[in-house]
């Protein structure tokens, strides 16, 4: 076994990666097989681009007799979790936890994979415990939950704020925020305004929303830049040129080249579009890139530890009681805070109910916000409504099959026939939004509300029930339906939700009422608006920049609302 290792090593070296694989790929179903051999092996599936097989021999060299096994079993976590194999994190992230239960990467690792798998029992044991320690302000805790996972189950926003999010290393003082303040800047005739983000690619919710807006910023006043950090196997360059010409790529650069190269563009306002996001540079946000810097649209909350002087919102989402738990001062846009693109948005014939695979004669619920997002409360509402409704059906989108089967054990549980649940397939968005309006009733998520599923839902003409949050995930609904012109839709609490559900799905015409109403008011009314919210948007870039320019600190800000249109495009 020296041999093969010695062997493994040298053609490793040698950047000889398959043949670490041909040779010695087998040596790994031995249960003798060293750490050191695992790891070579793992590292050269990866280096060939094989990350689920890196990942199970990540797996196994932290599972074999050796040195550091919690770190290559969150390498193998991690890899898991990037492929969607989540029963397999989710095990490997138990295995972590068990030899380093107070290790914050191991914690965070298993609170993500565990939210993805549907155990809803684990979850909710989880989640309690977890905001007990949570409540007592203990450190671990306020680190072991990543902002993003910890926001789809706890709507407590002062809790929200006290997280210490592990991916911002250096978090912001008072200090860094004077120094960048400080820096001699010129302002020009155009405010010059600079997007920082990793998701510009066409599958991804943000630039869905968004880009329709990039296309109707005014050029006569403002300077449009966009700072794009993503990777180069999802970004198709020509592709977004189309609606973003002037982006340019700072994904190769680290941290302080970055800021030097966005600082040398003398932006005005730095639009940071990731917060606690996945793939975000927090770091990178807190070198200091312009004398304003804001955040909107990627994290719906407070970004605890980023330099940004304003959170730009609405005034459903961040109410006046909002204000305490926000180290940022708001702005709130005067009708929704959330883009929507009506430019380039499809608007494709309906699919109908047969080729869907659904039944003509049953009730249709859908059910499409994120895995991680069907919380055990949001179970019980569901299971509550089925059980209310006993003609019909839920048609949900679940992206692996342990949560499917999860779901569909835990449904069983809770008396309802598994028959009743129908999965849908992953889709390209046109086929998606031609699909949705084959649902009769959409369900809502809670605490975390359906976002960009939700405008894509009101988009196809179908109602989606809310009620009233407490933190600005949970209030997102709410925004958009009040923006959409349909507040009758917003209950005050989950049990005024459900008999309301349950009252629309029993009652033929209100429902199509409601569906008439939604289809008039999307040509209508502001939330689909595309250039409407842009001169709101640009407006809040001029009030921030008054401020700075007359050497006032931020504060918080409410755009005053445009006449509305009575017609348009």
């Not at 970004?235 to 700072?250: C, E, F, K, S, T």
């Not at 312009?290 to 609405?314: E, F, K």
Request: with cysteine; aromatic share 8%; charged share 25%.
């Amino acid at each position: 076994m020296l041999l093969s290792l010695e062997s493994a090593l040298t053609k490793y070296k040698a950047a000889d990666f398959q043949g670490v694989i041909r040779d010695h790929g087998g040596a790994a179903n031995d249960n003798g097989c060293p750490q050191n051999l695992l790891v070579i092996l793992a590292q050269s599936y990866l280096k060939s681009s094989q990350t689920l097989m890196a990942a199970h021999h990540y797996r196994k060299a932290g599972e074999a007799p050796g040195h550091n096994n919690v770190a290559y079993l969150l390498i193998a976590g991690n890899l898991f979790l990037r492929h969607s194999a989540v029963a397999e994190a989710h095990e490997t992230a138990r295995r972590a936890r068990a030899l380093a239960p107070d290790e914050r990467k191991v914690l965070d690792l298993y609170y993500r994979a565990l939210r993805e798998t549907c155990l809803f029992d684990e979850i909710e044991v989880e989640n309690d415990a977890l905001l007990d320690r949570l409540r007592t302000g203990e450190i671990l805790a306020q680190c072991a939950d990543s902002p993003l996972s910890h926001i789809a189950w706890c709507a407590d926003e002062a809790i929200n704020a006290s997280l210490r999010p592990g991916a911002v290393a250096n978090p912001v003082t008072s200090e860094m925020r004077a120094t960048r303040r400080s820096r001699p800047h010129q302002w020009g005739e155009k405010l010059r305004i600079g997007y920082l983000s990793d998701d510009y690619y066409e599958n991804h919710p943000v630039m869905r929303l968004f880009q329709g807006v990039m296309a109707s910023h005014d050029a006569a006043k403002f300077e449009i830049t966009h700072f794009c950090f993503t990777s180069a196997d999802k970004i198709a360059p020509d592709g977004m040129r189309r609606h973003y010409p002037n982006l340019v790529q700072i994904g190769h650069m680290k941290d302080e080249d970055a800021a030097t190269f966005i600082r040398n563009h003398e932006i005005d306002i730095l639009v940071d579009l990731k917060g606690h996001t996945n793939g975000c540079r927090p770091n990178l946000v807190n070198l200091g890139l312009a004398p304003v810097q804001a955040a909107y649209l990627g994290y719906p909350g407070c970004g605890s530890g980023i330099d940004c002087d304003y959170v730009i919102s609405d005034r459903i989402v961040t109410p006046d009681c909002s204000i305490p738990h926000y180290h940022e001062k708001l702005c709130r846009l005067p009708e929704s805070y959330q883009a929507n693109d009506n430019l380039y948005r499809p608007w494709p014939e309906p699919a109908t109910r047969k080729n869907l695979g659904l039944p003509e004669d049953r009730i249709v619920f859908g059910f499409f916000n994120a895995t991680r997002k069907i919380t055990p409360h949001t179970f019980r509402l569901i299971t509550r409504v089925l059980h209310s409704c006993e003609n019909s059906v839920l048609w949900i989108l679940l992206f692996n099959d342990f949560a499917k089967q999860n779901f569909l054990a835990a449904v069983a549980r809770e008396g309802i026939d598994p028959a009743r649940i129908i999965f849908a397939p992953k889709a390209h968005y046109a086929d998606h939004l031609a699909r949705l309006p084959a649902i009769d009733i959409a369900l809502d998520s809670f605490p975390y509300n359906g976002h960009t599923t939700t405008s894509d839902l009101l988009w196809a003409g179908v109602p989606v029930p809310t009620y009233k949050g407490t933190h600005f995930a949970s209030r997102v609904s709410e925004s958009l339906l009040a923006a959409l012109g349909v507040p009758e839709l917003v209950a005050e609490d989950p049990e005024t939700y459900i008999a309301f559900v349950r009252a629309l799905a029993a009652d033929d015409r209100a429902r199509q009422a409601i569906r008439a109403k939604i289809a008039a008011n999307r040509t209508t009314m502001p939330l689909f608006d595309t250039a409407r919210f842009t001169r709101h948007l640009e407006r809040a870039f001029e009030m921030m920049a008054t401020r700075a320019r007359q050497g006032l600190d931020p504060y918080h800000l409410d755009v005053p609302a445009l006449p509305r249109n009575q017609h348009r495009d």
